[in-house]
């Protein structure tokens, strides 16, 4: 375990990073929950709720809430909870704030389109002094803030410290393994995303659900193609970070990601699709795809995705260019 004297920190006081302080507190262990906005925080932290973000949940009083970035300086651990697009800069504008050796675990689930890198590699890049962890897994906001049971992945290149985050993080509600595959947890958050929109497709154009089935498991086997040619385990994949997650977001339009491909599947325009929520695998798409091609792994299900939130192609083109590839093992 950390510092048990020391808050862990959560920067980002969206859906995820709410819930995420809330289990925290809800173990009767103190949470700081970062607020960018000012009298955001200033509301939260009187009315004890996230009406925009995670209405409806009340903040367990463990959980302070503040807009000042300098309570990160005296966290044991810190949850970097805002979108992947956005993580580099909101990392910059703290890294100076963070002491040397503090465990930064991220809980985004995406790659970072302009620089195609992971979410540990932007920490890396921008807070070197830290240490980089992941934590990933099936686990809706809403679900978490709730109290109800789940079960998570969190993986740092230290072993030791790997599990001491994950007692740290852990409660009768909210299971979290570890392990040190950092890369095959990220990758396992990230391209789930962009199978989920997938899969929201074919619910939304009325595909049924036999085509969804085959879709999750072709899907599956190119993710773990993916995560082989970058030096991960397949078995990370095969975990809470992989199946475990494409079980969840691929069959629930309680999934954003879901949601915004069920949206194209009926139709509505990829500029709207969304209804203004996040949908990560919609940034992901693009930069996944292309580190698939650096890596020579084929990612049919990726590329048509992401010609469709390019708007290069029509649903109907998308799945006749999946229907009509030429047919080969099923390896
Ligand atoms: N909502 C969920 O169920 C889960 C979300 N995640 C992941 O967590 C990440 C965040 O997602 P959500 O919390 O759902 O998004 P959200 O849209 O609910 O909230 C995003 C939050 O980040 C803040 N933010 C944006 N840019 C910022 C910056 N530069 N500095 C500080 N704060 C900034 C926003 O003000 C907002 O509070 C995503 O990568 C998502 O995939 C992971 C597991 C579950
Ligand atoms: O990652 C999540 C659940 O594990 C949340 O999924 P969405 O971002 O698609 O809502």
Excluded at 96 to 119: Q, S, W, Y
Excluded at 197 to 206: H, M, N, P, S
Excluded at 223 to 247: H, K, N, P, W
Excluded at 311 to 316: P, Q
Aim: proline fraction near 5%; hydrophobic fraction near 45%; include cysteine.
């Amino acid at each position: 375990m950390t510092d048990l004297d020391r808050p862990i920190a959560v920067l980002g006081a969206g859906s995820w990073g709410t819930a995420l302080a809330n289990a925290i507190g809800q173990k009767d262990r103190a949470a700081v929950l970062i607020d960018r906005d000012a009298e955001r925080a200033r509301t939260m932290a009187q009315t004890r709720e996230n009406t925009r973000y995670l209405p409806g949940v009340m903040l367990s009083p463990h959980v302070e809430v503040t807009a000042d970035q300098s309570a990160l300086s005296s966290a044991a651990a810190i949850l970097l909870a805002v979108p992947a697009q956005q993580m580099r800069g909101a990392l910059r504008a703290v890294a100076a704030l963070v002491p040397p050796g503090t465990p930064l675990i991220v809980c985004a689930k995406g790659i970072e389109r302009d620089t195609g890198l992971f979410m540990t590699d932007v920490v890396t890049e921008t807070v070197p002094h830290a240490i980089p962890a992941i934590l990933s897994g099936p686990s809706f906001a809403d679900d978490v803030a709730r109290g109800l049971p789940t079960a998570v992945s969190l993986a740092s290149a230290d072993l030791t410290l790997a599990a001491a985050l994950a007692q740290d993080l852990s409660s009768p509600s909210l299971r979290v393994y570890h392990g040190d595959d950092v890369r095959g947890v990220e990758i396992g958050g990230a391209a789930k995303n962009v199978l989920a929109i997938a899969c929201g497709v074919v619910y939304g154009r009325k595909l049924g659900e036999s085509a969804r089935a085959a879709l999750v498991a072709r899907g599956f086997a190119e993710i773990t193609r993916f995560a082989r040619a970058l030096d991960a385990r397949a078995e990370t994949l095969m975990g809470l970070s992989g199946l475990g997650d494409t079980v969840l977001s691929c069959g629930s339009n309680q999934s954003r990601n879901f949601a915004f491909g069920e949206a194209l599947g009926l139709g509505v325009p990829v500029a709207q699709a969304s209804g203004g929520k996040l949908a990560e695998g919609a940034f992901t798409a693009s930069a996944l795809l292309a580190r698939g091609r650096k890596a020579g792994v084929e990612m049919p299900v990726c590329e048509a995705v992401e010609a469709l939130v390019a708007e290069r192609v029509t649903v109907d083109q998308a799945i006749e260019a999946l229907m009509t590839r030429p047919l080969k093992p099923e390896a």
